[in-house]
């Protein structure tokens, strides 16, 4: 559904993106993660075609960004991060502007809005000022006014900033509802967010591609968490037998029984083996698990590694 490749971006002396490339399949829910400055918003006005590259490619649905800007904007729902909205208008106002602006039909303009008032849930503010509105609700109309065209591609700047923790909930929710009919793009600085509701995670950093990769595979790591009754004779010997581990230590006693942590090299497979071991040995397994990283530390690392500020 989306195709970036090696795409450049300077900004007079300011390269703000350095051959950026990644490819977003249909339905995928993509963190677009990055420290300030990484190019998040350069990348997404490139995307959404306000912006031309140096160089590289952009397509969207199949559709250059470059060449055929009309067709891209079309497939696209676009948030950004303060949401382009007339305060001075009612909501109901608004977003009939916005689907004039959007050209869609006359026909089609009653229904598609009152579906997009309906899924962001902004009903009852239809005759009310913007500006009366909490931020959370005018969130909800910057969302409405992105979704009206049923976009097949939504772009989301940072939705959730600024917004109380039930608001963040009901937006998050209403994202993954959404995306049950579009791709969606999530720039956010906010990790955990990321990591309620995207699938993968692309890291830009300094203009360049970090990391891409499932979220259960960039949290993954060699280690593992196994607990066996404290009787079992010569545990941690062992395991650290076991062809590429590389640390075994006890982490204390917990109810009768031993609880260890195995750290491996990249990549071993460690549940498996140590339960094969535990079978053959006859210990009495009460805890086995491989240890995940959260999404904080993996993008703090990575940062460090980089010597960007995260
Ligand atoms: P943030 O999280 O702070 O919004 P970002 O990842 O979205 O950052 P961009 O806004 O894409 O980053 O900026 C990338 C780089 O390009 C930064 O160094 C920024 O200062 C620079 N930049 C962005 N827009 C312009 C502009 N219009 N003129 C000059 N430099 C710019």
Known sequence: MIS?????????????????????????IIGLLGPNGAGKTTTMKILTGYLQPNEGTAKVGGFDVVEDPIAVQRLIGYLPENAPLYMDMTVQDYLMMAADLRQIPEHQRRSLISEAVHNTGIGAFLTRPIEELSKGYRQRVGLAQAIMHR?????????????DPTQIVEIRSLIRRLAENSTVILSTHNLPEVEATCERAIIIMNGEVKADAKLAELTQTSTALFAVNAEASGVEATVAAIPGV????????SNGYSRYRVIGEAG??????IFDLAKERSWRLAELRPEHRTLESVFRDLAQSQGVAA
């Open 151 to 163: 976009p097949k591609v939504l772009i989301l700047d940072e939705p959730t900033n600024g917004l």
């Open 4 to 28: 970036v490749e090696q795409l450049s971006k300077s900004y007079g002396a300011v390269q703000a993106l350095r051959g950026i490339s990644f490819q977003v399949t249909r339905g995928e």
């Open 246 to 253: 590389t640390k075994v230590s006890l982490e204390g006693p």
């Open 268 to 273: 071993l497979e460690l549940c498996p083996a």
